[in-house]
């Protein structure tokens, strides 16, 4: 399956066995974008994916959310310091220099799209 293709479900496939709930509700960030692709993520779950892991009884999901809380959206953390994304519960220097090359690396796509555009 092509990255971020989503993936057919049938509606029993949607649900924990057993638990009746739909299984997006119980889904980590990656398995999410595994199972049923890069458009049904938030942008906490793409920005928790970069983060990879929090901290003891702290998600990088959670880490991903005070991101987002602190900055407002994805756009907003482009251009921040590293040492402002370090202030973060959660983020360490590796984890934000992994945002922030992430960040780089969608700039110099856009650019060479523009270029060739």
Do not use: W
Request: aromatic share 4%; glycine share 14%; proline share 6%.
């Amino acid at each position: 399956m092509p990255i971020g293709a989503k993936k057919p479900t049938s509606e029993e496939g949607d649900r924990q066995k057993g638990s009746g709930e739909p299984m997006e509700l119980k889904l980590k960030p990656g398995r999410k974008f595994i199972d049923a692709g890069a458009a049904a993520c938030s942008d906490a779950d793409i920005l928790a994916i970069l983060i990879g892991s929090g901290g003891p009884g702290y998600s990088a999901l959670d880490c991903a959310n005070s991101v987002l809380e602190k900055f407002g959206t994805l756009p907003g953390i482009m251009g921040k310091p590293v040492s402002d994304l370090t202030q973060i519960r959660g983020i360490n220097t590796v984890k934000a220099i992994k945002i922030a090359a992430a960040f780089e690396l969608a700039c110099r796509i856009v650019d060479h799209l523009g270029r060739d555009g």
